[in-house]
């Protein structure tokens, strides 16, 4: 069984920096790719970044593009989220997810962790 825990949450003032940390277990995880999405009260799940399996491609949503860098550690698990220049507007619950494929499409991904809390105050 696939889970994934989403870890370094919390409350940043705006122009902060955060670093997420999304653990995978229950299959390989240097075989998959892995990304990022966040939703805020009454919006829809927006993606943030993404990473392929060897970590040599990474993609980014422009409204992170240049303050986020997602990254990956294939010899300790983890796949991380670095955030900076936070804005009142990345308030969300951000979510790890895990695929088959790199995608921008929530449903391309197979796996997603309970998500953890992201606010960011003006």
């Known amino acids: 069984q696939v889970q994934l825990v989403e870890s370094g949450g919390g409350l940043v003032q705006a122009g902060g920096s955060l670093r997420l940390s999304c653990a995978a277990s229950?299959?390989?995880?240097?075989?998959?790719?892995m990304g990022w999405f966040r939703q805020a009260p009454g919006k829809e799940r927006e993606f943030v970044a993404a990473?392929?399996?060897?970590?040599?491609?990474?993609y980014y949503a422009d409204s992170v593009k240049g303050r986020f860098t997602i990254s990956r550690d294939n010899a300790k698990n983890p796949v991380y989220l670095q955030m900076n220049s936070l804005k009142p507007e990345d308030t969300a619950v951000y979510y790890c997810?895990?695929?088959?494929?790199?995608?921008?499409?929530?449903?391309?991904?197979?796996?997603w962790g309970q998500g953890t809390q992201v606010t960011v105050s003006s």
């Open positions: 229950g299959r390989t995880f240097s075989s998959y790719a």
């Open positions: 990473i392929s399996w060897s970590g040599g491609n990474t």
């Open positions: 997810t895990e695929g088959n494929y790199v995608s921008v499409t929530s449903d391309e991904y197979d796996y």
